[in-house]
Structure formats: C-alpha cells, structure tokens
C-alpha cells in the first residue's frame, strides 16, 4: 500500500509540475514587452541591412548609403527613410570599404541626375 502511494504521489507531482510549468511558460511570454518604436538619425548601408533595421523596430532612418545599396532598401525596407550618399568619396571610393560610392569614380555624384527644383 505504501508502494501504491508513492507512486500516486510521484503521478501527482509531475502533474503540478506540468502545470507549473506551462503557466510560467505563459506568463513569461506576455511579459516580453515589444521594442518601442525608433527613429535613428545616422545608418550605413554598408553594415547593416534593410532586415536588421526592421527587427530592430526602426520605423525612420537617416541612410547613408552607396549608390549600388539605395535600391536593395527601396525595395526591401517598409519603414520611411530618407537616402543619402556618401560623399565625398576619394576617388569615387568609400572610406571604410573602399567599394565604389556611384556610378562614376568621382569625388562627388553626376549633380545632373538630381531632381531640378524650380
């Protein structure tokens, strides 16, 4: 009889501790509280990605990016930002990387290409 109640003891407990366990799973759970939205002022293209930013919950960036990498984030990227070249860049290099900032290897972009404003 001793042996019976052990063992109903041993069911017992594994039962509360299912239990336990589940309801600490699901308190933990509803805890986590989601990021706060983010507005960062300064993002390279060059070391991160339009996929890194989201899951960090930025919602608007300032882009300083490389001609090549502005249309992988248009693309890519649902939040709002505003694109912005590297400039100047020597030789039509970026500093760090030393990948081509545009399309030409200049200092500075092709001016004609940007929208005229009256």
């Not at 308190?27 to 996929?51: F, G, K, L, W, Y």
Request: hydrophobic share 45%.
């Amino acid at each position: 009889m001793i042996f019976m109640q052990r063992g109903a003891v041993t069911s017992r407990s594994v039962l509360i501790l299912a239990i336990a366990t589940q309801l600490l799973r699901s308190a933990v759970e509803q805890n986590v509280a989601p990021r706060p939205p983010v507005i960062d002022m300064h993002v390279h293209s060059t070391n991160t990605s339009p996929q890194a930013v989201a899951a960090l919950n930025l919602r608007y960036v300032f882009l300083s990016g490389l001609a090549e990498d502005l249309p992988k984030w248009a693309e890519t990227y649902k939040g709002a930002y505003v694109p912005g070249l590297v400039i100047p860049c020597d030789a039509g290099h970026a500093p760090i990387t030393g990948r081509p900032c545009f399309n030409t290897m200049t200092d500075f972009p092709d001016v004609s290409l940007a929208p005229q404003r009256a």
